[in-house]
Nanobody, 123 residues
Framework: QVQLVESGGGLVQAGGSLRLSCAAS????????MGWFRQAPGKEREFVAA????????YYADSVKGRFTISRDNAKTTVYLQMNSLKPEDTAVYYC????????????????WGQGTQVTVSS
């Protein structure tokens, strides 16, 4: 089992920044690729970003490319999502997830999920 706990969400004005954190515990952190997903009210959960176990490879949704940065600190068993130039359409509950071996943009392939953290961007 892997337990994931997100933090860092909140209310921010358009153009502002937030950094989300996801602390992992349980099984060996480096066995897992990590992803961030988000879900807005009335919409399906969508992929945001992912990172491989060694932090040498990342992947982003087109909607956040150039604005968001995913990173991980394996010594701290934590993955981060730095969000800059936030837009009202970024408002959602953000979830981190863990997947054995290779990362994916498909939520169905992730094995473990956090409880989510709310991000609200005001215009």
């Amino acid at each position: 089992q892997v337990q994931l706990v997100e933090s860092g969400g909140g209310l921010v004005q358009a153009g502002g920044s937030l950094r989300l954190s996801c602390a992992a515990s349980g099984r060996t952190f480096t066995n897992y690729a990590m992803g961030w997903f988000r879900q807005a009210p009335g919409k399906e959960r969508e992929f945001v970003a992912a990172i491989n176990w060694s932090a040498t490879s990342t992947y982003y949704a087109d909607s956040v490319k150039g604005r968001f940065t995913i990173s991980r600190d394996n010594a701290k068993t934590t993955v981060y999502l730095q969000m800059n130039s936030l837009k009202p359409e970024d408002t959602a509950v953000y979830y981190c997830a863990a997947k054995a071996f290779f990362f994916s943009a498909s939520s169905k392939e992730y094995d473990y999920w956090g409880q989510g953290t709310q991000v609200t961007v005001s215009s």
